[in-house]
């Protein structure tokens, strides 16, 4: 397993982290126990959780599985989500942020969170009052780094702009969806992330399964899987050629003797931007498989062919102003030329 810098921070993580979503959602206890081992004995040190998954289900298994190891543990959670029906219960208000975080820390047993994620975008709260209280929590002890997910590239950047002119903890990690099937990150949020110093942690890198072996090209429903259950499948945002995509994906794992999860993952993973990305499941054996996906290198040609079936189409202005780098440098004549 190899660990990787969050960002510009001291902190590293394992390049794999693990998803507890399906912990009370697919996992008892007792699997997830089995499968927090299983990531310990693969190398594994990085763990994400969020208060709204299963109601805080999952933050409270989580806590049970790491009990009596939480310092080996990057242990991570997000607040914005609604937990419970009165008007203050959701987003990332000040009132809010304080009381999530308490919550948080008692369902997980332990006394500070290594990273705390906003969840999702909070158009009625203002990036200061949520930085500040994110600050706040750092100088407490209660967090040691502060991060977001799902902001737009301008958000982002003004978030880290402000928390810099402030003199409050900055964002120290962008955690966004990404795999072989949505790539819409590489137009705008990677640029911004690469140029403040953000580590990218990857959710969805098997876009739901969608990657991991059990869907033919074409097909956007199986049973027994997410896409016929109704939750967490994200094929509204899949690009055009996901059949095409899938059927590469197939053939070249089968080229190198991978599974599909395996390739698709690692293919994520070699990304130069890539600090890590979080894969999920519903038992220790299939978690087993996909984390044999950590420590090696996909071969350069196959990394090649997967990129190129699946880059993104080129988008205004970006590629618009692209050429013109060379118009600027080809306009140059030096002396005696």
Not at 85 to 101: F, K
């Amino acid at each position: 397993m190899e660990y990787r810098r969050l960002g510009r921070s001291g902190l590293k993580v394992s390049e794999i982290c693990l998803g507890t979503m399906t912990f009370g959602n697919g996992a008892d206890q007792a699997e997830a126990v089995r499968m927090v081992d299983a990531a310990f004995d693969a190398g594994v040190n990085f763990f994400d959780c969020a208060d709204t998954y299963v109601g805080g289900m999952s933050e409270t298994m989580l806590g049970v599985a790491l009990k009596g190891r939480r310092s080996q543990a990057v242990v991570t959670s997000k607040v914005f989500n609604p937990m419970g029906h009165g008007p203050n219960d959701a987003g990332t208000s000040r009132l809010h942020i304080m009381q999530a975080v308490e919550a948080s820390l008692r369902r997980l047993q332990t006394d500070y969170l290594d990273i705390y994620y906003i969840h999702h975008v909070d158009t009625q709260t203002t990036q200061e009052e949520m930085l500040r209280a994110f600050d706040d929590l750092v100088r407490q002890g209660k967090v040691m780094y502060v991060a977001c997910s799902n902001y737009e590239a301008w958000r982002l950047v003004d978030a880290v702009w402000l928390a810099e002119s402030k003199g409050w903890s900055r964002f120290e990690a962008y955690q966004p969806q990404y795999s072989l099937v949505v790539r819409d990150i590489e137009e705008e949020i990677v640029p911004a992330c690469e140029a403040k110093g953000l580590g990218i942690v990857a959710w969805s890198p098997l876009a739901s399964g969608y990657l991991a072996g059990r869907y033919k090209p074409g097909d956007l429903k199986v049973e027994g899987t997410r896409s016929a259950q109704g939750w967490a499948f994200q094929s509204r945002f899949f690009a055009p050629n996901h059949a095409e995509i899938l059927q590469t994906l197939l053939d070249t794992a089968r080229e190198i003797g991978r599974s599909p999860a395996q390739t698709a993952l690692r293919w994520a993973l070699d990304q130069p931007f890539m600090t890590s990305a979080i894969v999920g499941a519903r038992n220790a054996g299939q978690l087993g498989e996909t984390l044999t996906a950590g420590g090696w290198r996909l071969p350069v040609e196959i990394f090649d062919r997967l990129n190129k079936v699946s880059a993104p189409s080129h988008r205004y202005p970006r590629a618009f102003e692209e050429p013109l780098v060379d118009r600027r440098s080809g306009s140059l004549k030096m002396p005696g030329r």
